[in-house]
């Protein structure tokens, strides 16, 4: 396994450090060749050098198995130029079409949903990722007068919506392989349902975007006769997400609504600290992240949770095929989760390093 390791700004390089460790410890219980280099692709460098993401630099990551990154983004450069240089860059321009991300509580970890429990909280989202909103097509007119207009386009291609709802409906036949999903009722059931797929949109007021959707949406559903295919407008996705999380399996939606959704998924499974994302081009490159932000605040203070990043490792895993080194990390991760928790308690939180230590002694134990 060849990785390109971005560790980013912030809090980026710190958590990468941990996932490293862990992959590290991973490819000598599962006896696998690891092997990375460490790309200074982020803010610091584009500050020093003005370097961004080159074409040939963007070429060069089509070489490795896959991308590990930290996180994207500085307090000194304005929002926007880093995100979209670099970051989307890499998403766009390696057509990672798929941003993948699981909504998991774990046991013993606290989620802000009174009600929330670890069978409750288990789905994924499917987000679009190389369309929509992001694709930065709009305009200005008369800027900086008091008729100022801007515009900011929502472009989506059949190509780009049937390629992301066929990867959700085949993700969910896969996810349920061994076992029908639990959220389905005796009447699904004897219908002959095992998954379920909504499709979270607003076709009430983007008539054109949605309508497109929708329709591809059903015209896929019928080659998955064993995938439930239901609707959800994106509000009332919100509404479920936090009183009745239990009703989802997999979401698919767009690249804006997905980005939304998701962190309100993240909090409701224990936070940014926890919640990895993987951008996935399933014929190329693919780039795993904790899908929190760089974290300023506590950039080099050894305080961030490192899970998320370790958990961008797990999918990076699942993703190539190392099957078992995957479900170990997993049980892993759930193990120290468990064990943090219980000493939380009692003394103070644990620092990022310690966690990373404690994830490679329960892989080297398992
Ligand atoms: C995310 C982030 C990015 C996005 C930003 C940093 C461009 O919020 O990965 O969710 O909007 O996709
Ligand atoms: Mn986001």
């Known amino acids: 396994m060849k990785l390109a390791v971005i560790g980013g700004d912030g809090t980026?390089?710190?958590?990468?450090?941990?996932?490293?460790?862990a992959l590290k410890a991973l490819s000598q219980r599962f006896n696998f060749e690891f092997k990375y280099d460490e790309l200074n692709y982020n803010g610091t460098r584009y500050l020093a050098t003005q370097q961004l993401l080159s074409d040939e630099e963007l070429d060069n990551l089509k070489t490795y198995d896959a991308i590990l990154l930290g996180a994207i983004g500085h307090t000194d450069v304005k929002p926007g130029i880093l995100e979209k240089e670099i970051l989307l860059k890499m998403r766009f321009g390696l057509d990672q079409y798929i941003n993948l991300r699981p909504i998991k509580l774990y046991d013993t970890v606290e989620s802000p949903l009174k009600h929330g429990t670890s069978e409750s909280i288990d789905y994924v989202v499917v987000r679009e990722n190389t369309g929509g909103l992001y694709t930065g097509v709009g305009s200005f007119d008369k800027k900086d007068t008091k008729d100022e207009v801007a515009v900011q386009q929502m472009i989506y291609t059949r190509h780009q919506v049937e390629r992301c709802i066929r990867f959700a409906f085949d993700y969910a036949v896969n996810r349920h392989r061994d076992e029908a999903w639990k959220g389905l009722s005796q009447q699904d059931i004897d219908a002959g349902y095992r998954a379920q797929v909504t499709l979270c949109g607003k076709t009430n007021v983007l008539t054109y975007v949605f309508?497109?959707?929708?329709?591809?949406?059903?015209?896929v559903a019928k080659e998955y006769p064993?995938?439930?295919?239901?609707?959800v407008h994106v509000d009332a996705v919100c509404i479920y997400m936090v009183d009745d999380p239990g009703r989802f399996d997999v979401i698919v939606t767009s690249n804006m609504f997905?980005?939304?959704?998701?962190d309100l998924g993240a909090i409701t499974q224990g936070g940014l600290g926890v919640a990895p994302g993987a951008n996935i081009n399933p014929e190329g490159v693919s780039m795993f992240?904790?899908?929190?932000?760089?974290?300023?605040?506590?950039?080099g203070k050894n305080q961030i949770n490192p899970i998320a990043a370790v958990g961008a490792g797990q999918l990076l895993l699942a993703h190539l095929g190392y099957t078992e080194a995957a479900l170990c990390l997993e049980n892993a991760i759930k193990g120290v989760i468990i064990q943090m928790s219980s000493q939380v308690a009692a003394k103070m939180g644990f620092s990022t390093t310690e966690i990373g230590d404690l994830i490679v002694e329960a892989i080297h134990s398992s």
């Open 258 to 262: 997905g980005d939304i959704i998701t």
């Open 211 to 219: 309508d497109l959707w929708e329709r591809v949406f059903y015209e």
């Open 289 to 299: 992240e904790p899908i929190g932000g760089t974290a300023p605040d506590f950039t």
């Open 226 to 231: 064993s995938v439930k295919a239901n609707y």
């Open 12 to 21: 980026g390089p710190e958590v990468i450090s941990e996932a490293l460790k």
